[in-house]
């Protein structure tokens, strides 16, 4: 089956352009260095948050489904160290527990067919999570969609409230329901996702939330 964004991937380099993501950005006013960490990203795209972090000393572990995806990112990030690509489905692969500093999961979730799907990925990227650490989270949510430029494709929307209900025992240090206004370089439609956007941060052993 085609994955949604691979028309969009085919026809351009550098689809989602090569700015981390909004809230990527803001993490790094929690994280006083991204050093050395490990940090995953799950349906990386071609990897603009994924070289943020490596680019700041993080050891990356990216993670696509689309083979044009990571194409695209093994061209556009060339001379960046410290990411290891790999082509996997999330839900055919298994999560090491406690194993990463920071998950990023930035436009994956509502790609998922169904939404036991989104709470099982939820729940596998909460297990990897070192005590501590974070998980950032952007998802259509099931608020308002409009899908004129993204023919053929059905994302799982769930609820804002229901997202925040899975990190109701993680400390929200973002929690936004709010558009994102957008017009994609293949097709040049302009239109607008209701998004739900999360900063979690996973209890410590010795701080709970
Ligand atoms: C909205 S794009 C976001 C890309 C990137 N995270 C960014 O913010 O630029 C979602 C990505 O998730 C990937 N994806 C969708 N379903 C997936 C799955 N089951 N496993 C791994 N990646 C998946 C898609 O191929 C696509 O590249």
């Known amino acids: 089956m085609p994955l949604p964004y691979d028309a969009g991937y085919a026809l351009c380099p550098c689809f ?9 950005s803001e993490l790094t ?27 700041r000393g993080a050891n990356v572990l ?28 999330i839900r055919e692969i298994e ?48 608020r308002h969609q409009d899908l004129r430029a993204h023919p053929g494709f059905v994302p799982t929307l769930l609820a804002h409230d229901d997202y ?8 929200l240090d973002h929690s936004t329901d709010t558009d994102l206004n957008e017009t994609h370089p293949h097709n040049g439609i302009p239109h607008t996702h209701s998004m739900t956007r999360l900063i979690a941060r996973k209890p410590s052993h010795d701080h709970p939330a």
């Not at 990216?62 to 489905?89: K, T």
């Open 62 to 89: 990216a993670i696509d489904a689309s083979r044009l995806a990571l194409r695209n990112a093994v061209a556009a990030w060339p001379r960046v160290s410290n990411i290891h690509w790999q082509h996997a489905d």
């Open 29 to 55: 006013r929690l994280l006083p260095s991204w050093q050395d960490l490990s940090v995953l990203d799950l349906g990386c795209g071609e990897g603009k948050n994924a070289a943020f972090a490596a680019k």
């Open 16 to 24: 989602w352009g090569r700015r981390p993501g909004r809230l990527v």
């Open 95 to 142: 999560l090491l527990p406690n194993a990463y500093d920071v998950i990023l999961a930035y436009g994956l979730l509502h790609c998922l067919t169904s939404e036991s799907q989104v709470l099982r990925v939820v729940a596998d990227i909460q297990h990897a999570t070192i005590a501590g650490g974070f998980n950032v989270v952007c998802a259509f949510n099931s």
């Open 164 to 171: 925040v209900r899975l990190y109701s025992t993680w400390a």
